[in-house]
């Protein structure tokens, strides 16, 4: 049976042990990963269609290297790297659609505008390929670069209306991935803008 001067002994290494215990076998915290989305909310001009069209968007295509969720950076030429520990939520081509549906919505032109996956009827049809969108710290202030490429097409004879390339440029306030954020969701307004009044213009 220990003495007293053991029992006190046991009684003041106890709490030590637990507390060495729970620092060896605990995990070790990991740096959770900061998700982000493209918000652009613009106000479109409003037209009015002179016959009833029904415009049909197709899932947003994405040049190799930017079909992922991972947020795109450059500051070598010619090479491509991607953050740690930030990340879009979705890829962005992803997130494109439904932000181009609900701009084209708001002009109040077309008869429909639907960006679902099966398709019913359809006058014209918007294909759109997200050909960059980067954060490039070779300039200074670092900026973020969008180039977007978007054809129109007539879905009853398949020709094609018309097709532009969308190439936008904005700083980024600070050489941070949550700067980039920033810029790039007012590059996405303005391509959003702008091709509205594309499709307007030739459908």
Request: with cysteine; charged share 15%; aromatic share 10%.
């Amino acid at each position: 049976m220990p003495d007293h001067n053991q029992f006190w002994f046991y009684l003041f290494l106890v709490p030590f042990l637990l507390l060495a215990g729970c620092t060896i076998f605990s995990p070790v915290p990991s740096h959770s990963t900061k998700t982000y989305v493209l918000n652009a909310d613009p106000q479109p001009i409003t037209k009015k269609s002179k016959r009833s069209i029904d415009l049909f968007i197709t899932p947003t295509r994405a040049e190799a290297g930017y079909n992922t969720a991972d947020m795109v950076y450059t500051n070598k030429p010619l090479e491509m790297a991607y953050f740690a520990n930030h990340a879009w939520a979705e890829p962005p081509a992803t997130l494109l659609p439904n932000l181009i549906r609900q701009t084209l919505q708001k002009t109040h032109y077309y008869h429909s505008v639907n960006s679902a996956f099966l398709i019913g009827h359809a006058d014209m049809i918007l294909n759109t390929e997200l050909v960059k969108l980067n954060q490039d710290f070779l300039s200074h202030p670092s900026t973020v670069n969008l180039i977007l490429q978007a054809q129109l097409v007539n879905a009853n004879t398949n020709r094609i209306m018309s097709t532009k390339q969308f190439s936008f440029t904005e700083p980024a306030l600070q050489a941070t991935p949550e700067a980039g954020v920033v810029a790039a969701n007012q590059a996405v307004e303005k391509l959003l803008l702008q091709l509205a009044e594309f499709c307007l213009k030739n459908s």
